[in-house]
C-alpha cells in the first residue's frame, strides 16, 4: 500500500488497502498505514486512503428522526397540523401493536445503517412497550444514541393519548432501563406543548434533570402552531412555554426553531440549548426556511436532523446537501439580493462544513464526547465509501463527493468495529 503522511491529529485509522476493515474490537486504533484528512478548520470530517478511491467518514449523525414515520414519507400537499392529525397520527397508533412495531423497527434499523447512520436522536410513539423495543433492538444493533417515547396526554386521537400519571411513570421506567450513560439510552420527548399537559411537561422536565438525560421536542416550526400556542397559553411564547415548564436546558434539542423573535434566541442561547435544523421537512410541509446564518451569528448552538418523515431523505449527507440549499434559498429572501440580485455565499455553508454538521458538529450538540470523530480510542463507527467519480480531482473534492452523492458509494458501515451486513434494505 502507498505510504503518504497522515494528518488526522497524528491518529491513523487501522484499515487495509484490500478494503476489510481489521480493527481492534470496537476502537480506532493507530497503525502505520497511510491516510490524509478532509478537513472542515481543524476538524478533520473524512480520511482520504491515498491510493484506493477510498473515504472514510465518522458514522453519520440524525438529531431529529421519528422512527414510525418511516413509511409515511412522502404524504405531500398538508401543512403540519393536518397533517399531524390526517397522516402521522394514524401511522403512529399502528406501534400500539407490538409484533407490527417490532418488525418496522428492524426495517428502520436496516435503512439507517444502509445509508451509514450510526448515531440518532429519535422519537418513538406514545406507547411504552413499543419504545422500549426500539431501544432494545437499536442497542443490539450496535447503533448510538437516544429514542423517546412521544409523550402525548392531551389534543390528540384516543389511540395515542395515554393518562397522565401512567405516562409520567413509564418515562421514569425507561429512564431506570437505558438511563443515559449507555451508548442507547432513554430521551425524554414531550411531543410538544400541544400534546402535553402542564403537569406532563413539568414532571418529564424534572425526571431529564435527575437523570441527566436528554430532552427533545419541537419548536416554532410552523406560524400556525406559534398561533395556537399562544392562544392555549395565555399569550406566552413558544420558548417561553418550554422554559416556563422546566425543558430549556443545555440537553435540550429542539426540532425546526424557525419562528424565533431576539427573546426566543436569547432564552435558547442562555440555556446553551439546540435547535435541530430541519430543512428537508421545513420544505416539504412548506413551513418556511430557518435562518441558519443568523441562529449562528445569535450563538445558538445547531445541530441537523432528516425530521423523516415530514423530511424525505435517510440519508444525512442529502439533508446537509438540503442545508446548503436552505441557506442559499434564505438569501433569495434578503435585501442584499433585492440589490444587488446576487447571493451573499458568505452566509452558505460549505460542503466541509455541512459534513463536519452531519458527523462532529452532531457529536458535538448531543453531548456525545466519543462520536463524531476519527480519534484513537473512540469507538470504531464508521463509513467506508468509494465515490466512482473522479472527486479528488476537483478544487474541493469534499464538495465535489457530497454534490454528486450516490448512495450506491457507501461499501460498509460500520458499528463498534463491526462490519454491518448492508443487504436487506
Ligand atoms: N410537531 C409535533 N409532532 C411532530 C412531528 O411528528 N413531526 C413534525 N415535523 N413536527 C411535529
Ligand atoms: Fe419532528
Known amino acids: 500500500m502507498a505510504s503518504t503522511k497522515t494528518t488526522v491529529g497524528g491518529q491513523i485509522l487501522r484499515c487495509r488497502a484490500d478494503r476489510s476493515c481489521s480493527l481492534q474490537p470496537g476502537v480506532i486504533e493507530l497503525t502505520d498505514e497511510t491516510i490524509t484528512d478532509i478537513q472542515f478548520g481543524s476538524i478533520p470530517t473524512t480520511v482520504d486512503f491515498g491510493d484506493e478511491n477510498t473515504l472514510v467518514t465518522p ?6 428522526l421519528h422512527l414510525p414515520q418511516f413509511d409515511s414519507i412522502g404524504a405531500l400537499g398538508m401543512p403540519l397540523l393536518d397533517w399531524l392529525s390526517q397522516v402521522i397520527f394514524p401511522a403512529e397508533a399502528k406501534w400500539n401493536d407490538l409484533d407490527y412495531a417490532r418488525k418496522m423497527i428492524k426495517r428502520v434499523i436496516e435503512q439507517c445503517v444502509s445509508v451509514g447512520t450510526t448515531g440518532v436522536c429519535a422519537y418513538s410513539t406514545s406507547s411504552y412497550q413499543a419504545t422500549i423495543a426500539a431501544l432494545e433492538m437499536f442497542s443490539e444493533a450496535g447503533i448510538r444514541g437516544v429514542i423517546g417515547q412521544s ?19 413509564e418515562v421514569q421506567s425507561a429512564l431506570q432501563l437505558f438511563p ?3 451508548r442507547m439510552a432513554t430521551a425524554v420527548t414531550p411531543r410538544f406543548a400541544l400534546s402535553c399537559t402542564e403537569k406532563t411537561m413539568r414532571s418529564v422536565a424534572h425526571l431529564a434533570k435527575e437523570f441527566r438525560a436528554t430532552i427533545q421536542t419541537h419548536l416554532a416550526e410552523t406560524r400556525r402552531e406559534c398561533h395556537v400556542i399562544s392562544d392555549h ?5 413558544y420558548t417561553e412555554v418550554y422554559e416556563t415548564m422546566g425543558l430549556v436546558t443545555e440537553r435540550s434539542v429542539f426540532g425546526h ?16 440549548a439546540v435547535i435541530a435544523h430541519c430543512p428537508t421537512a421545513n420544505s416539504f410541509l412548506g413551513s418556511g426556511v430557518m435562518n441558519r446564518h443568523d441562529h449562528l451569528s445569535r450563538q445558538v448552538r445547531l445541530s441537523l436532523g432528516s425530521d423523516i418523515g415530514a423530511g424525505f431523505e435517510r440519508s444525512m449527507v442529502r439533508v446537509g446537501r438540503a442545508m446548503v440549499e436552505a441557506a442559499i434559498a434564505k438569501q433569495f429572501q434578503s435585501d442584499a439580493f433585492d440589490s444587488t440580485g446576487s447571493v451573499d455565499f458568505s ?33 470504531a463507527d ?5 465515490p466512482t467519480i473522479p472527486w479528488r480531482d476537483s478544487g474541493d ?6 454534490f454528486a452523492w450516490d448512495d450506491r458509494w457507501i461499501r460498509q458501515t460500520i458499528l463498534r468495529g463491526v462490519v454491518v451486513d448492508l443487504s436487506p434494505i
Open 59 to 64: 458514522g453519520l449523525i440524525d438529531t431529529h
Open 151 to 169: 409523550l402525548m396526554d392531551r389534543g390528540g386521537p384516543d389511540e395515542l393519548t395515554i393518562p397522565t400519571d401512567r405516562l409520567i411513570d
Open 180 to 182: 443515559s450513560d449507555r
Open 233 to 237: 397559553f395565555d399569550g406566552m411564547e
Open 257 to 272: 426553531g424557525i419562528y424565533l423573535d431576539q427573546t426566543a434566541i436569547g432564552r435558547l442561547r442562555n440555556a446553551n
Open 347 to 379: 452566509c452558505v455553508p460549505k460542503a466541509s462544513e455541512a459534513w463536519y454538521q452531519i458527523t462532529a458538529g452532531n457529536a458535538e450538540a448531543m453531548g456525545w464526547a466519543e462520536a463524531g470523530r476519527i480519534q484513537i480510542g473512540h469507538p
Open 382 to 386: 464508521l463509513v467506508v465509501i468509494h
Open 397 to 402: 473534492a469534499l464538495s465535489t463527493v457530497m
